[in-house]
């Protein structure tokens, strides 16, 4: 006799809960572990078809090609076996109509796909929540570093190497009493100085051409013209880099607008395919003779 024959019938309907939170749980439960192995598989597989060498393993369009289709497959195949766990063991309902048992399952897979999901972000976050703190501690630790390397690196009351190498600059650049590498050294620290600023100083400009002049051979006027000639490819090259920064940057951005998309169209499917399922194995779970 089915559910609508029962009701007809007038018998009274059973007392139990129209929710069974024991199945939902246990659907849930097997959903997020195969959610998990699968993504875990995924990034392996993601690992063996990606080579930094050149002509070696799949391309970039073709990886992320199959990362977006396993990524939508991870969450339709996780919850259809929550989902049909969740109607398989859930408590039959005696005299319910038949179209309120379809309703019932279909919450049910809903439910299966709620809890996991909740689960799986509380899992990820963990996850996340333990990189970035990593990421952090690592920072911090690099700063320290680098502050007490900039600091061991200076001298006179915290001053730069620039403003320091200033302190005691000649009115001229010497010939004789410098070491070659000290100077190129110090003109370094003043390319590097003037790249920060976006501008070199006269008074920096006429220093260096001395320097350059008097270590090459070249008229003043030479080596100024060598100088500005340099600087001007020095900052196309600042340029060049700043751009690709940028570009990297806002290919990054996409990436993570198309994954964000991507993923919400996964969660979608899972809602979808838990709902489904879960009517399946209950329909299933009806039909079985009673023992």
């Known amino acids: 006799m089915t559910n609508t024959d029962l009701a007809l019938s007038g018998q009274v309907e059973s007392s139990n809960s129209a929710v069974s939170w024991g199945a939902i749980i246990a659907g849930a439960a097997a959903a997020t572990v195969i959610f998990l192995l699968l993504v875990i598989v995924g990034t392996g597989i993601g690992l063996v078809s990606i080579s930094p060498w050149s002509n070696s393993g799949a391309s970039t369009t073709t990886v992320g090609i199959l990362a977006i289709l396993w990524s939508l497959a991870i969450p339709l195949f996780a919850?259809?076996?929550?989902?049909?766990?969740?109607?398989?063991?859930?408590?039959?309902?005696?005299?319910?109509?038949?179209?309120?048992?379809?309703?019932?399952?279909?919450?049910?897979?809903?439910?299966?796909?709620?809890?996991?999901?909740?689960?799986?972000?509380?899992?990820?976050?963990?996850?996340l929540s333990t990189a970035v703190s990593g990421i952090a501690q690592t920072g911090a630790a690099l700063t320290s570093a680098a502050a007490n390397a900039a600091g061991s690196a200076t001298g006179n009351g915290g001053l730069n190497a620039y403003f320091n190498d200033m302190l005691f600059r000649a009115q001229q650049a010497p010939a004789e009493t410098r070491n070659d590498d000290a100077s190129k050294a110090e003109v370094g620290r003043i390319v590097t100085q003037s790249l920060a600023s976006g501008q070199l100083s006269d008074d920096d400009r006429t220093y260096i051409s001395q320097v350059i002049a008097r270590q090459t051979g070249l008229s003043q006027a030479d080596a100024g013209k060598r100088l500005d000639d340099v600087m001007a490819k020095a900052k196309a090259a600042a340029q060049q880099a700043a751009d690709k920064a940028k570009a990297v940057a806002d290919a990054a951005r996409k990436a993570a607008i198309y994954a964000a998309l991507w993923a919400f169209v996964g969660l979608l499917i899972g809602g979808f395919s838990a709902s489904y399922m879960a009517t399946v194995g209950g329909?299933?779970?009806d039909d079985l003779p009673a023992t």
């Open 79 to 127: 919850y259809a076996v929550g989902g049909y766990l969740a109607g398989r063991l859930r408590t039959q309902w005696v005299g319910v109509h038949t179209d309120e048992v379809f309703f019932r399952d279909t919450a049910h897979g809903m439910l299966v796909w709620a809890v996991g999901t909740i689960v799986s972000a509380c899992l990820v976050g963990s996850i």
């Open 283 to 285: 329909r299933i779970r």
